[in-house]
């Protein structure tokens, strides 16, 4: 599959420009959503042909993706105005893990 992350960004912020208040919030809200192309990529490809890959992969890419996408999607949420994550699965997600 060819990226087409630099259009999908443009379309993005044209998309976003006329609600937003400033043009660089509609850049931001593009740019949180597209920065995670590759780790979109690789769970795309895990949820496809979940058989092919082995459990040190299965991990790598799912804490990958975990550790990038979660704050850019709170970000862009945040941008466009649906306010702050919230905890609705009452897991702690907003507390810091115990070391």
């Given at each position: 599959?060819?990226?087409?992350?630099?259009?999908?960004?443009?379309?993005?912020?044209?998309?976003?420009?006329?609600?937003?208040?400033?043009?660089?919030?509609?850049?931001?809200?593009?740019?949180?959503?597209?920065?995670?192309?590759?780790d979109l990529?690789?769970?795309?490809?895990?949820?496809?042909?979940?058989?092919?890959?082995?459990?040190?992969?299965?991990?790598?890419?799912?804490?990958?993706?975990?550790?990038?996408?979660?704050?850019?999607?709170?970000?862009?949420?945040k941008l466009?105005?649906?306010?702050?994550?919230?905890?609705?699965?009452?897991?702690?997600?907003?507390?810091?893990?115990?070391?």
């Amino acid at each position: 599959m060819q990226k087409k992350t630099g259009q999908l960004r443009d379309r993005i912020t044209k998309a976003f420009s006329d609600s937003v208040e400033e043009p660089e919030i509609a850049r931001d809200i593009a740019f949180h959503m597209t920065d995670w192309d590759d780790d979109l990529e690789e769970i795309v490809e895990l949820y496809a042909r979940p058989e092919v890959f082995s459990d040190d992969e299965i991990r790598k890419i799912i804490i990958g993706f975990l550790a990038h996408v979660p704050n850019h999607v709170a970000a862009a949420k945040k941008l466009i105005g649906l306010g702050p994550i919230e905890d609705v699965f009452q897991v702690g997600v907003l507390e810091e893990d115990e070391e």
